[in-house]
């Protein structure tokens, strides 16, 4: 049976002797390296005489440096090592900081010692693994964003729209666009349509609150 080499970085001492000793009874796992900071662990991996290291949990809020900053560190000493994330934040900004500087899974701390296993072993084996929460972060991230609806206006309705914020009358906003009355009749009711409102006051006052 191939061995996973696990390494973990982590402060908190239940979290830390947690994952020792749950993760420890696991025969396919050894733990190499245990660190209380990005510090000790870089310390302990030049001091030592093998470095064997194909799974780190690392966490964030860590004495000295942060985990953010450790992955860097970590990747020039460690280079084929996949790194975890095993931390208790979940905002956007550190998620995708943490997967752009080389982190290959990102685990929220309230993740059962059951999943982080999973994760460990799936990682090892070339998978990926997520949070459920995290992963839906990363979707909406990359999901096309919904268009806006001044987009949604072509520019010969913004026009009129713009004729109707300067106070202009549909014949004369007719006349400036060299088009006929009944057009740009059509044009407001489609507008009206497209932007959910019932009168020229309201397309005034959604134009100077959204900046159409």
Known sequence: MEKIHLAIIEDDVLIRES???????????????????????????????EVKIDVLLLDIGLPGMSGLEGIRYIKEKIPESN??????????????????????????????????????????RGGSYMSPSIARKVVNYFKPKQTSEESQLTLRQQQIVQGVVDGLSYKMIAAKLLISIDTVRDHIKKIYRILNIHSKAELIKKTMNDNL
Do not use: H, P, W
């Not at 749950?22 to 030592?48: C, M, Q, R």
């Open 83 to 124: 790194i975890i994330m095993l931390t208790t934040y979940e905002e956007d900004d550190k998620i995708f900081q943490a997967l752009c500087a080389g982190a290959v899974s990102y685990i929220t701390k309230r993740t059962s010692l059951t999943k982080i296993e999973e994760a460990v072993v799936t990682i090892f």
């Open 19 to 49: 994952l020792e000793s749950y993760l420890g009874e696991n025969k396919s796992i050894e733990i190499t390296f245990i660190a209380i900071s990005v510090e000790d662990f870089l310390e302990s991996i030049e001091a030592a005489r």
